[in-house]
């Protein structure tokens, strides 16, 4: 065995061996905060209130360089409550190749009527060339039951001035 090697397995003996006898960990995985469960785990029911019927592409400051997605809200009502499932509200916008979404635990929401929005992006202007985009809107609950589909519809995309 070359020298180099026994400082190595030497030096993961040391670190092993300090682990074992103080019981403090190499490495620890961040909390999530607060006392919420494992995310994506749980039942719910959710009964979509509204979903938007457009998004915009809006132009940037800097003229056409860039234009940002706008979304709007989709507002549900969420009952039954148990664990921490998850809500996926997504949207793909397949004449341009893009998509994106965000993920919402439900148990820090709590039960009652919640609003979810997806960020504004950035995209380039370059890419822009319609005057609108067809997407695909979605909502989609995982949990202990698997996967539900709430809302899947068309929504058209709109390249304002």
Do not use: H, K
């Not at 809006?58 to 809200?73: A, I, K, M, T």
């Not at 509200?89 to 635990?105: C, D």
């Not at 609003?115 to 319609?130: D, K, P, Q, V, Y």
């Amino acid at each position: 065995m070359t020298p180099g090697r026994v400082v190595v397995f030497a030096a993961v003996g040391l670190m092993v061996l300090a682990t074992a006898a103080t019981g403090t960990p190499l490495w620890t995985v961040p909390d999530r905060g607060g006392d919420q469960g494992p995310l994506g785990q749980g039942t719910a029911e959710v009964t979509v209130v509204s979903m938007p019927d457009t998004a915009t592409l809006d132009p940037g400051r800097q003229g056409g360089n860039v234009y940002y997605l706008r979304v709007p809200s989709a507002t549900v009502d969420i009952s039954q409550l148990r664990g921490n499932p998850i809500v996926t509200y997504s949207i793909s916008i397949e004449g341009l190749g893009y998509g994106t979404s965000a993920v919402n635990g439900l148990e820090r929401m709590g039960e009652g009527q919640a609003n979810f929005s997806i960020e504004s992006a950035a995209l380039e202007g370059e890419r822009i060339s319609n005057g609108s985009y067809e997407g695909e809107l979605r909502l989609v609950l995982r949990g202990d039951n698997g996967e539900t589909v709430l809302y899947s519809e068309p929504i058209t995309v709109e390249v304002t001035a």
